[in-house]
């Protein structure tokens, strides 16, 4: 059974940082695409960043030069570093597995989220 | 970046009605396009990929169809469980967008 834990969330000042993790089991980790997707409270979704079992990633405008996602396959963790965090980015994180056989951004599974809040 | 618009935003039905959610791509992404089923509280759910597949354990009651850049997903006969938000999302190009969403909810 695939299952997808993530923890890091909080209350963050403006300006603050705050790093994610996404613990994954029930697959082989190191195959498959992962991303954040997030959703501002009453919100739809928004893709956040995608990284490759290879290590590529990608990374949405709104957060490009202030999010790092990485993973450690030795672990089945996935990490998202956020600094330079605004009012725009609270929201609650999802962590999601993407297809690994179609190497497509097919959102198969899905964590349970944890919130960020970025609030003075 | 392709943007992903549905319709109706909300929507009112009954239980055994038969509904039908839009979405359109702002450009063609031939068969690229995903449905997900949010419930409040919970994480989004992958029902249909590939625009007409249906992921494993989603009830026969869900289809989808539509390619290039109109796409639909109907419920037939309406349960219960089935009143929540739905989403479409395009994987044809970077980066992956979704539709704003559209609420089904009990008449």
């Known amino acids: 059974e695939v299952q997808l834990l993530e923890s890091g969330g909080g209350l963050v000042q403006p300006g603050g940082s705050l790093r994610l993790s996404c613990a994954a089991s029930?697959?082989?980790?190191?195959?498959?695409?992962m991303s954040w997707v997030r959703q501002a409270p009453g919100e739809g979704l928004e893709w956040v960043s995608s990284i490759s079992g290879s290590d590529g990633s990608t990374y949405a405008d709104s957060v490009k030069g202030r999010f790092t996602i990485s993973r450690d396959n030795s672990k089945n963790t996935m990490f998202l570093q956020m600094s330079s965090l605004r009012a725009e980015d609270t929201a609650i994180y999802y962590c999601?597995?993407?297809?690994?056989?179609?190497?497509?951004?097919?959102?198969?599974?899905w964590g349970h989220g944890t919130l960020v809040t970025v609030s003075s | 970046d392709i943007q992903m618009t549905q319709s109706p935003s909300s929507l009112s039905a009954s239980v055994g009605d038969r509904v039908t959610i839009t979405c359109r791509a702002s450009q063609s992404i031939n068969s690229f396009l995903n449905w997900y089923q949010q419930k409040p509280g919970k994480a989004p759910n992958l029902l249909i990929y590939a625009a007409s597949s249906m992921q494993s354990g989603v009830p026969s009651r869900f289809s989808g169809r539509g390619s290039g850049t109109d796409f639909t997903l109907t419920i037939n006969s309406l349960q219960p469980e089935d009143f929540a938000t739905y989403f479409c999302q395009q994987s044809y190009s970077a980066p992956p967008t979704f539709g704003q969403g559209t609420k089904l909810e009990m008449k």
């Open positions: 999601v597995k993407e297809d690994c056989k179609s190497k497509l951004t097919t959102f198969d599974y």
């Open positions: 029930g697959f082989t980790f190191s195959s498959c695409g």
